[in-house]
Nanobody, 124 residues
Framework: QVQLVESGGDLVQPGGSLRLSCAAS????????MGWYRQAPGKQRELVAT???????NSADSVKGRFTISRDNAKNTVYLQMNSLKPEDTAVYYC??????????????????WGQGTLVTVSS
């Protein structure tokens, strides 16, 4: 079993900052990539940022220059530092990872896992 647990969501004023964390646990052999998606009310889930095992990053144009993704490989944890937050950043933020893990007696080299989501509300 592999789990992702997010934390850090909160209510923040426009222009403020938040840092989200996501820790992976379970029978993980390696992590190929980790990332963040978000889903605003009435909208589809969209990519925010991803980071690979060699620290290559990718992020949505809407967050470039404001959000930074990073990871701590020793802790199997990914972070999303969000600065200069805007009301349109309000959404449930989901952590995702592609891992190599043993599930039962089976090795799955490309297991995709999702967290339960954490709510970020940007409002005055």
């Amino acid at each position: 079993q592999v789990q992702l647990v997010e934390s850090g969501g909160d209510l923040v004023q426009p222009g403020g900052s938040l840092r989200l964390s996501c820790a992976a646990s379970g029978s993980i052999l390696s992590i190929n990539y980790m990332g963040w998606y978000r889903q605003a009310p009435g909208k589809q889930r969209e990519l925010v940022a991803t980071i690979t095992s060699d620290d290559s990053t990718n992020s949505a144009d809407s967050v470039k220059g404001r959000f930074t993704i990073s990871r701590d490989n020793a802790k199997n944890t990914v972070y999303l530092q969000m600065n200069s937050l805007k009301p349109e950043d309000t959404a449930v933020y989901y952590c995702t990872a592609e891992v190599s893990a043993v599930i039962g007696d089976v090795l799955d080299r490309y297991l995709e896992v999702w967290g339960q989501g954490t709510l970020v509300t940007v409002s005055s």
